[in-house]
């Protein structure tokens, strides 16, 4: 089992910059991937980003690209994304996820399927 609780989450601007922290314990070497993913009121979970194992391979969806940025400290078993210029539609509650896969050809990580652990989340509110 792997436990991941995150951190960082909070009321800000538009405009504002944000970091969230996802601390992992427990069979840590089950996450080869560490993926960020967010859920706003009556929509489903979206992916944001993810990287690899070794930190040299990361990913974004089209709607952060250029604002975001994923990264991670294996030796602390932490991963983080650092959120900036946040716009109100980046308001979510914001969730890190674990997987044991390390193929990332197709966009299969976009499917929160593909993940087996999750965090509790922590809400993102970014006002206009």
């Known amino acids: 089992q792997v436990q991941l609780v995150e951190s960082g989450g909070g009321l800000v601007q538009a405009g504002d910059s944000l970091r969230l922290s996802c601390a992992a314990s427990?069979?840590?070497?089950?996450?080869?991937?560490m993926g960020w993913f967010r859920q706003a009121p009556g929509k489903e979970r979206d992916f944001v980003a993810v990287i690899n194992l070794s930190g040299d391979r990361s990913y974004y969806a089209d709607s952060v690209k250029g604002r975001f940025t994923i990264s991670r400290d294996n030796a602390k078993n932490t991963v983080a994304l650092q959120m900036d210029r946040l716009l109100p539609e980046d308001t979510a509650v914001y969730y890190c996820?674990?997987?044991?896969?390390?193929?990332?050809?197709?966009?299969?990580?976009?499917?929160?399927?593909?993940?087996?652990?999750w965090g509790p989340g922590t809400q993102v509110t970014v006002s206009s």
């Open positions: 996820a674990a997987g044991s896969f390390t193929d990332y050809v197709g966009n299969h990580y976009f499917d929160p399927s593909e993940y087996d652990y």
């Open positions: 427990g069979r840590t070497a089950s996450t080869n991937t």
